[in-house]
């Protein structure tokens, strides 16, 4: 499910968590944009990840508890987000339609492969910390892509020496991770009761978090 076109550089900036809370507009009057803000998870990446469904369409995140599948039935907002999703591309391929003196106005024309090759789907789930399969995209995927197609991706990936490394490598980080916690908290409580100098505190919780 890559787009052939766009699986080499240079790539687009890509904000994952961009929506519309990261919009100013002038008034409630004046839906006009005039500035977005906080942009921290900012990333270069290929274009197709930028040209696919926004997981904002019901201000909800999908991979979000509330929409798994239950029993194999889909949760309750699936009609309204696909009507969402159709809006969506209908404003946007409007808005694209009206720009002048620009040869490549390809988002709408990606947004909808991303929908028909399923792409979208995998795109959420690129975008997402946690999931299982019975998340809304994942089973989306799962009926895009086809049953047999899905146990073959799962017979693939599901290499058991290789997920019981990684879950052994990341409980040795937290294991680190609560450590380190453990002093900063020690020495943060000698700072509060000004048996350590601020600048001390600094320097000790620098070298903390910089150890290996």
Same mark, same amino acid.
């Given at each position: 499910?890559?787009?052939?076109?766009?699986?080499?550089?240079?790539?687009?900036?890509?904000?994952?968590?961009?929506?519309?809370?990261?919009?100013?507009?002038?008034?409630?009057?004046?839906?006009?944009?005039?500035?977005?803000?906080?942009?921290?998870?900012?990333?270069?990446?290929?274009?197709?990840?930028?040209? /696919?469904? *926004?997981?904002?369409? =019901?201000?909800?995140?999908?991979?979000? $508890?509330? @929409?798994?599948?239950?029993?194999? !039935?889909?949760?309750?907002?699936?009609?309204?987000?696909?009507?969402?999703?159709?809006?969506?591309?209908?404003?946007?391929?409007?808005?694209?339609?009206?720009?002048?003196?620009?040869?490549?106005?390809?988002?709408?024309?990606?947004?909808?492969?991303?929908?028909?090759?399923?792409?979208?789907?995998?795109?959420?789930?690129?975008?997402?910390?946690?999931?299982?399969?019975? /998340?809304? *995209?994942?089973?989306? =995927?799962?009926?895009?892509?086809?049953? $047999?197609? @899905?146990?073959?991706?799962?017979? !693939?990936?599901?290499?058991?020496?290789?997920?019981?490394?990684?879950?052994?490598?990341?409980?040795?980080?937290?294991?680190?991770?609560?450590?380190?916690?453990?002093?900063?908290?020690?020495?943060?409580?000698?700072?509060?009761?000004?048996?350590?100098?601020?600048?001390?505190?600094?320097?000790?919780?620098?070298?903390?978090?910089?150890?290996?």
């Amino acid at each position: 499910m890559i787009h052939t076109t766009y699986d080499r550089g240079p790539f687009k900036l890509v904000c994952d968590d961009f929506g519309p809370a990261n919009m100013i507009v002038r008034s409630k009057e004046d839906l006009t944009i005039i500035a977005v803000v906080d942009l921290e998870w900012v990333y270069a990446g290929p274009a197709q990840l930028f040209g /696919s469904a *926004p997981w904002w369409l =019901l201000l909800d995140r999908p991979v979000n $508890d509330e @929409w798994d599948f239950e029993e194999g !039935e889909a949760p309750k907002p699936t009609d309204r987000y696909f009507k969402c999703l159709e809006i969506f591309k209908h404003v946007l391929e409007e808005e694209e339609s009206k720009m002048v003196g620009d040869d490549k106005k390809e988002l709408y024309e990606l947004v909808k492969w991303s929908e028909d090759s399923g792409a979208m789907w995998l795109h959420v789930l690129l975008s997402s910390g946690f999931f299982d399969t019975p /998340s809304f *995209p994942c089973m989306q =995927l799962r009926r895009h892509k086809g049953v $047999d197609w @899905w146990e073959e991706r799962l017979i !693939e990936y599901g290499n058991a020496e290789e997920v019981e490394t990684f879950v052994a490598g990341k409980l040795n980080d937290l294991a680190a991770y609560d450590e380190i916690k453990e002093k900063v908290e020690h020495y943060k409580a000698l700072m509060d009761n000004k048996e350590m100098e601020l600048e001390t505190f600094i320097c000790i919780v620098s070298e903390l978090l910089n150890s290996d």
